[in-house]
């Protein structure tokens, strides 16, 4: 693997797998008694958040304590941080508190790549979400779920067919989606109102579509994005209904889904905009194990990316 | 005080002796035809004599932002990039939108003494697109203006852009447009491509020019004015120029030496460096650009060298200014884009940097013929020498030189102004 | 390491050797224990697996019950994860029943410093509380570091730091079963 994770284009197909295994193994943990091991005992993992996000944080604090590691928490937001100069104190500041890793979100796409490749700081770097970029480790959690379901939780996920669905154009979640899918195998349709998605998407890896009810009955898993209600004042759609009408998820499309068919969302929902609660609550469901699926994953990527010498993986590793 | 340059080539074509007295050009004759022990011999063999070059877009930041340049190290830095004239932009603080200020932007260059400024008056008062500014004041001032732009900001209002490109009429004015629709570009980062989607920056999509281009055009060839196009970035552009000159359309425009070098690419970095207003395009538009400045669609090269202190410009992308400097980098830049690909000889390169710019500018005293009793205003290149930058070795108070790290061939190896050795051997004489 | 280093690898012990070892490590277990009451094996990946899965076949042979057998990675416990880079995990099995109370048999292949069964005592004591914890190993190998012995050795081969003891199992390496020695660091 290599050093950091910034785009899920950092991680290999064997990397991915690898993760998923290991993720697959640590999932084990939350069923003992001692719900926490020594893995990282005395290293310093520092979650960076320039912006909110409670969830993420949560999830990467709930991960990096399983593993033994020091938490530090580093709200930047609402401070005068907004000006690059910051971003490189503040990287000086926890290079000298001696962190091992951060885990950065921050509201600039390329914040993260910045912090990996400056030489501000040794640490690893995750990326927790860069603007409108990516989020690698929350692509990592939506494969581990649909691979767990439709995969034995084994393997790639070669001949699965994802819509993701809504606001593309803003979506780091898709954008690092589109990539991990493609590369573990699957294939990423990405469907939305052409206003919401981004030029050259006909390039991108994978198909896309503006019908919904087209895409629906042949795929395996559909990741619903929430769409803020901001969009709408920018011209992106015209109505909240209207966009309801032709994107949002509801009992009666559910029901022309595949009967094995996923429904994800990376939360937090907009219930009876994007999902209905009849669908966010169906059996079809696994919007809530997705967070549980979120703490192994991120203590994968963190006891992969910290757990050892700072050298790739080993040759007695795989 | 008299120099003598020998055997130096013409423009690359026949190599020629010329002696300087004071500030003119007072004999030419035929490689080691002239003597003169009286004055300073330049041996000029294997390089290149160019008319001075001048530059119609330089940010000097002076007045306002002396942090990131000062007339005198702009000046300089023009100096060591061959340059005999520059024109400053008018989005300082204050802007120089009146006859107070670009008198006195005016009269810093005249002490400065490296090279001649030509303060480029702002359109609208405070560039905020609202109101005209005194633009006839500014004419009649000692500056003398004739460009007037909002460089920086896009004369977006058709009713002001109107009135604006009719008024300069009652002075043999140009106006200078930043052609960017703020609507089609608003928080926008850089090109609009399917990069920018997997990047995840706004896209500033190639249109946002094109149809500030096209409406100007039109607009120009109604009221019969001038338009000058500054830093045209598109293919599309380029299009739209050339069924305007076909349509003889008074319209000129300017690239930027970044904008026929570079590519969008460079944003993969997210090195703040590479932001650019407009931004790096494709490399079709680059290709296209190239084969616009040869064909003369595209009149001119300028600089739009815009300094920037290193906080502005080393953190996240978003966040960080718009710009590039580029005064030092420009003969270099511009001879290795055109002139290694065959595009341009020498004597295109003196036309797209020096002769056109002058005309456009309307400037008695730079661009013109190298010849007897013209003003020794003179650039001497050497086309062979190979060299890296390095953005930390510069003259400007800045040092967001995109070019950094790269391998550029031929240098600016003397610079003569108004008689002057401003730089010899690569020295400034400050 | 594989078929090139055999060449000049010294054999050990021989198939027929190995199944002879674990019969009477299975009979040495019942004997101690008296009985195969609360007995629970637990392989340590990757070669104690196959090890504790055919010990306890020979116990439920012997004894006609089935003796719980799992397995007990214990890569996220050692001690010297930051000197390599990191591994993945193998898998952890706790049998039905779990380990309280239980008298926990913890299998190796080869018994040397002793950091292996230290971290798998860390590992078991994050997962539950054994009435006792007893180390069966295939060959002891001596060099301890830690105050850590084999309850049960299948042989004891004296070796020097330097040469490496090579296991092959017919589960784990292609029906291949040997153990030899050969110089060399591990």
């Keep these: 693997m290599k050093k950091h994770l910034v785009s899920a284009s950092d991680l290999t197909k064997e990397d991915a797998v690898l993760v998923l295994d290991t993720a697959k193994e640590l999932a084990t943990i939350s069923d003992r008694p001692v719900k926490k091991l020594p893995t990282l005992r005395g290293r310093t993992v520092v979650n960076l958040f320039f912006e909110d996000s409670t969830r993420t944080r949560i999830s990467f604090e709930a991960a990096s304590k399983r593993l033994s590691a020091d938490v530090i928490n580093f709200s930047a937001k609402g401070s005068s941080v907004s000006k690059g100069e910051s971003l490189k104190d503040t990287a000086q500041t926890l290079q000298s508190m001696g962190a091992d890793a951060v885990v950065i979100r921050h509201g600039s796409s390329g914040a993260p790549h910045l912090l990996a490749t400056r030489n501000w700081i040794d640490a690893v770097v995750i990326n927790a979400g860069d603007g409108t970029h990516e989020h690698p480790t929350q692509a990592l959690l939506d494969a581990y779920t649909i691979r767990k379901h439709l995969r034995k939780n084994e393997g790639d996920l070669s001949g699965i067919k994802v819509a993701i669905v809504g606001d593309i154009l803003h979506s780091r979640v898709a954008r690092s989606n589109a990539i991990l899918l493609k590369t573990l195998g699957a294939t990423p349709i990405m469907v939305a109102p052409p206003t919401l998605l981004p030029v050259g998407i006909e390039n991108w890896n994978g198909e896309y579509s503006y019908n919904l009810d087209d895409v629906l009955p042949k795929v395996d898993a559909v990741m619903m994005l929430r769409v803020q209600q901001e969009r709408m004042n920018d011209a992106y759609f015209p109505t909240a209904r209207e966009y309801s009408r032709n994107f949002g998820l509801n009992a009666q499309r559910l029901k022309r889904m595949q009967e094995h068919a996923l429904v994800l969302h990376p939360g937090p929902m907009n219930r009876g905009m994007e999902i209905t609660a009849e669908v966010a609550d169906s059996k079809n469901s696994v919007v809530i194990e997705q967070v549980a699926n979120g703490v192994s994953v991120r203590m994968a990527v963190l006891y992969l990316l910290l757990g050892g010498s700072n050298s790739e993986m080993g040759e007695n590793s795989l | ?430 | 390491m594989g078929a090139n280093s055999r060449n000049s690898a010294r054999v050990v012990l021989e198939s027929s050797d190995i199944s002879r070892a674990l019969t009477r490590i299975a009979h040495e277990i019942l004997e101690n224990n008296k009985g195969s009451k609360n007995l629970v094996l637990l392989g340590i990946p990757s070669r104690g697996v196959p090890l504790a899965n055919r010990i306890a076949e020979k116990i439920s042979e012997f004894e006609k019950v089935n003796i719980p057998v799992g397995s007990l990675d214990i890569t996220m416990y050692r001690d010297d994860l930051r000197l390599k880079p990191p591994r993945a995990l193998a898998k952890t099995e706790i049998p039905e029943g779990g380990i309280d109370h239980k008298v926990v048999v913890l299998v190796d292949d080869v018994l040397f410093s002793g950091r292996t069964i230290r971290a798998a005592l860390d590992a078991l004591n994050d997962i539950g509380r054994p009435a006792m914890v007893q180390v069966a190993v295939l060959i002891d190998r001596g060099h301890r570091e830690l105050p850590i012995r084999a309850d049960y050795v299948g042989k004891n081969i004296p070796t020097s730091r330097n040469e490496s003891v090579q296991v092959l199992l017919a589960d784990t390496d292609n029906n291949e079963e040997i153990v030899t020695i050969s110089a060399g660091q591990q």
């Design chain 2, 1 to 430: 005080m008299k120099i003598l340059l020998k055997n130096g080539s013409l423009k690359g074509e026949k190599n020629v002796d010329l002696l300087i007295e004071n500030d003119k050009i007072i004999k030419i004759g035929p490689a080691k035809s002239i003597t003169d022990v009286n004055a300073e011999v330049i041996d000029l063999s294997g390089l290149i004599i160019l008319p001075g070059l001048v530059d119609l877009h330089t940010h000097l930041r002076e007045p306002g932002r002396e942090d990131a340049e000062t007339i005198a190290t702009g000046s300089a830095a023009a100096a060591r990039g061959g340059f005999t004239a520059v024109h400053a932009m008018a989005n300082t603080l204050p802007v120089a939108d009146t006859a107070g200020v670009v008198e006195q932007v005016w009269n810093l260059g005249k002490n400065v003494g490296l090279v001649d400024v030509y303060p480029i008056g702002a359109v609208t008062v405070g560039l905020k697109g609202e109101k005209l500014a005194e633009l006839s004041a500014m004419a009649d001032s000692n500056a003398r203006v004739r460009i007037f732009s909002d460089d920086g900001f896009c004369v977006s209002d058709p009713v002001l852009m109107r009135r604006a490109l009719e008024y300069v009429k009652a002075f043999d004015g140009v106006i200078a447009q930043h052609a960017q629709d703020p609507r089609l570009t608003q928080n926008a980062q850089m090109n609009e491509s399917e990069l920018s989607g997997k990047l995840g920056l706004i896209g500033w999509p190639a249109i946002a020019e094109e149809a500030i281009v096209a409406r100007d055009v039109l607009l120009t060839e109604h009221v019969k004015s001038k338009l000058h196009i500054c830093h045209a970035s598109t293919a599309g552009t380029v299009e739209i120029l050339r069924w305007a000159k076909d349509k003889k359309v008074n319209v000129t425009a300017e690239v930027t030496p970044h904008h026929l070098f570079l590519n969008q690419t460079s944003c993969e970095s997210y090195n703040a460096n590479f932001k650019v207003n407009p931004p790096l395009r494709t490399n079709k538009d680059v290709e296209e650009l190239r084969k616009a400045l040869a064909q003369g669609i595209i009149d001119v090269v300028a600089t739009d060298h815009a300094p920037h202190p290193i906080e502005d410009k080393e953190g996240e992308w978003q966040s960080a200014a718009f710009g590039m400097t580029g005064l030092e980098t420009a003969l270099s830049v511009v001879a290795t884009a055109m002139i290694d690909t065959k595009l341009m000889n020498w004597a295109d390169i003196a036309r797209v940097m020096s002769e056109r710019p002058a005309e456009i500018g309307q400037l008695a005293d730079h661009g013109r013929p190298i010849a007897e009793n013209e003003i020794a205003n003179l650039c001497i290149v050497d086309p062979e020498m190979t060299w890296k930058v390095d953005a930390q070795d510069t003259h400007s108070l800045s040092t967001n030189n995109p070019f950094h790290e790269m391998t550029l061939k031929s240098k600016v190896v003397h610079t003569i102004f108004r008689g002057k050795l401003t730089m010899k051997n690569g020295q400034v004489k400050k």
